[in-house]
């Protein structure tokens, strides 16, 4: 089976001062569609620059990233805006939803983005209507005109998720979901993305130091050095 | 949508930019009021001094004038043809005013003015400034009424004795008593600069009349003989002039044009009398400029680099430059205030921009281009901009609308008054609120506002989505 998304021999390094300070040292990973992979590895081993490049946030310094076998990293600033709108959903540690929107708005966000002022005033309905689905889906549909400042962190990242899928994307980039929830909220949170990743049939990169969390994804792998290892749960 | 959106909310939520909303508010109303205060004291101006000459001034170089003024004004109706509407022949002078209060005596410089009322009347608002002790319009004319006649001691007696049986007696006393009575209230009326004839205490309180109607005044002024000598004369005040304009009101004294030329020595032995202006009335919307300039090219001819044609406006050049430049430089310092406010929109929207930078990563990830994280400061700039001019313009309208009453509270509040209007003889702050005035100075505030959000829109725009989304 072709994957879905592909990492070639991916290399970045960082400049501390005159100092380089190499993060990825020619990463090769894939995933297939619908598989939901964990990425595992120390603090500060590259798991959230390795997404970010994958996500088209980051450019790399060597190697590509592939999509239905098309290199994407290499395609002019505009296309990745518009990739990162409608390829990818991100979902974020610290949720990072927008303080002067409602939950409903932030769900709203990549379709706002994506639309005009009058594409959107021709489209308001069904965008607001998919948004307040979403959000029904992440069991917070009694929550659409709550401030973040007013949901609890399960709640805001529920909301988070609801956002990232709001672009209909088929690839979902996940930095630590749960890294800031107690353990109920983030095992809740872990079976919302499993069940969407079945549901949707949704390509998921999944970033986490948390042992327990990465044994629920499909396969694992682990960062370090540089560089990706097969990960077998049972062996740590 | 996104960015209107994010503007919107900005605005609402962000209470520290209001202190910019704030600024650009207080610019734009201040330079609204300030505008319209100047723009209507100067249109109150140009009224009263248009008002006062006429559209068009031939002068001549010498001061002695001209004789053959007739031909000179068929000249000026030649070239002007149906533009020109009226003409008045004039001799203006400087010279002293001298009269008696109580035991005392009043001596002021003045510019004597030699008119024939009724045709000085036609070429300007001439009538329309010439009033009595209370206020109620007289005549163009220099006619010494009988009443003020009869009010001198010889007039009076005069009136008394006119019942009494004829004889050679009464007729040696009439005799007597007409060259007295003439010799009190001479039979030339003169019309004097209201503030000539009053005393202005100030402090609110109402002017003093020093001179009143039938009071003699004595004019000194140059006679044209060979050796400069000073000729004198006795009117009898018949009016006072009152146009608004200080300058004017406080020189100018209107005497009849024949009387000033004979005292002058003006008059030729054919009986003609010199002038040294004709004042000339156009029809309305003719280009004045144009029409100078042809009436100089006819006069040229006539006497070559003898007589110069002026416009109203060219004779009230220097007054009107200084106020154009006032109201310019006025407004330069004004617009001062507004740059400030940009200043405080430029660290402000530095700050939100710090304060944004994790959203600004988060909106990068969610697929908004460069342009788009531009667009949104720039909007909330223009937002900012067109709120604080928006209220701004309102405020600045209301304050002008009731200019007058505002100025009486804070006169009650300061203890004295802020809009003297002895001084201007206004009764209300003038004030003219120009369209193009108002949509250049809001044009002008969203500009700097814009402007003051380009370097914080472009930092905002520049992020990198990572660095973005792990600054702390």
């Known amino acids: ?236 | 949508m996104y960015k209107y959106l994010l503007c919107w909310r900005y605005l609402r939520t962000r209470y520290i930019a209001l202190a910019s909303v704030i600024s650009v508010m207080l610019g734009v109303a201040t330079m609204i009021v300030v505008n319209s205060v100047m723009a209507g004291f100067s249109d109150k101006m140009r009224d009263r001094l248009h008002g006062v000459l006429a559209d068009l001034v031939v002068e001549s170089a010498s001061m002695d004038g001209f004789d053959n003024f007739e031909e000179v004004m068929a000249r000026v109706q030649a070239a002007g043809g149906d533009d020109v509407l009226a003409m008045a022949p004039t001799m203006e002078t400087p010279g002293i005013l001298k009269y008696r209060v109580g035991s005392g005596s009043m001596t002021r410089p003045v510019q004597i003015i030699g008119v024939r009322a009724a045709e000085r009347a036609r070429t300007g608002d001439f009538a329309e400034f010439l009033f009595d002790e209370k206020g109620a319009k007289v005549e163009p004319s220099f006619q010494v009424p009988e009443r003020l006649k009869e009010i001198s001691p010889a007039g009076a007696r005069l009136k008394e004795i006119e019942g009494e049986p004829e004889d050679a007696f009464k007729r040696a006393l009439q005799e007597q008593l007409e060259i007295q009575r003439r010799q009190q209230v001479p039979d030339q009326g003169a019309i004097i600069g209201y503030a000539l004839g009053t005393w202005h205490p100030g402090k609110g309180q109402p002017d003093v009349y020093l001179a009143h109607l039938g009071t003699k005044i004595s004019l000194a002024f140059p006679t044209s003989g060979k050796k400069p000598e000073a000729g004198f004369d006795e009117f009898t005040v018949v009016g006072f002039f009152k146009s608004g304009m200080s300058e004017y009101d406080s020189t100018h004294v209107y005497v009849p044009l024949e009387q000033l030329q004979k005292t002058r020595l003006l008059v030729g032995p054919d009986g003609k009398g010199a002038v040294n202006q004709i004042q000339i009335k156009v029809r309305p919307g003719t280009n004045l400029d144009r029409l100078a300039d042809r009436l100089q090219q006819a006069l040229e001819r006539l006497h070559p680099m003898f007589f110069k044609v002026w416009t109203w406006e060219q004779k009230q050049g220097p007054l009107l430059g200084a106020v154009a430049i006032e109201q310019s430089i006025l407004n330069i310092l004004l617009f001062m205030i507004i740059a400030v406010a940009g200043f405080g929109i430029l660290a402000i929207f530095s700050m939100i921009v710090v304060e944004k930078t994790r959203d600004i990563g988060v909106m990068k990830a969610l697929g908004a281009s460069t342009s788009g994280i531009r667009g949104i400061f720039l909007g909330y700039g223009l937002l900012l901009g067109a709120v604080g001019s928006g209220v701004g313009m309102i405020g600045g309208l209301l304050f002008v609308r009731y200019i007058n009453e505002i100025e009486k509270v804070l006169s009650v509040v300061i203890g004295r008054k802020v809009f003297d209007d002895s001084i201007y003889y206004f009764d209300k702050i003038p004030t003219l609120v120009e369209p193009h005035t108002l949509v250049a100075i809001v044009i002008g505030a969203l500009f700097i506002a814009v402007l003051a959000s380009v370097w914080p829109a472009q930092r905002a725009a520049r992020l990198h989505p990572v660095k973005a989304l792990r600054f702390e």
């Open chain 1, 1 to 236: 089976m072709a994957s879905h998304i592909a990492a070639v021999g991916l290399g970045k390094s960082y400049w501390k001062g005159p100092n380089e300070v190499p993060v990825l040292r020619g990463v090769d990973l894939e995933a297939e569609r619908g598989e939901m992979v964990a990425v595992v590895g120390a603090s500060g081993s590259g798991k959230s620059t390795l997404l970010h490049i994958l996500g088209l946030l980051d450019a790399p310094d060597a190697g590509t990233v592939l999509v239905d076998s098309q290199r994407i990293d290499n395609r002019p600033e505009r296309h990745r805006d518009s990739m990162r709108n409608r390829l990818f959903g991100f979902i974020f540690q610290f949720y990072h939803l927008l303080p002067e929107l409602t939950a409903l708005e932030n769900v709203m966000m990549p379709n706002l983005i994506r639309h005009g002022a009058w594409a959107y005033w021709k489209e308001r309905r069904r965008i607001r209507h998919e948004a307040a689905e979403l959000m029904q889906r992440v069991g917070l549909g009694h929550r659409l005109d709550h401030r973040p400042t007013e949901l609890s962190g399960g709640e805001m990242q529920r909301t988070a998720i609801a956002r990232a899928l709001a672009g209909r994307p088929s690839i979902l980039l996940a930095d630590e979901p749960t890294g800031n929830l107690d353990a109920a909220s983030g095992q809740g949170v872990l079976d919302l993305l499993r069940d969407l990743n079945r549901e949707r049939e949704l390509t998921m990169m999944l970033v986490t130091h948390d042992q327990h969390i990465a044994q629920q994804a499909d396969r694992g792998v682990r960062l370090a050095e540089g560089r990706i290892e097969d990960w077998v749960p049972a062996l740590l």
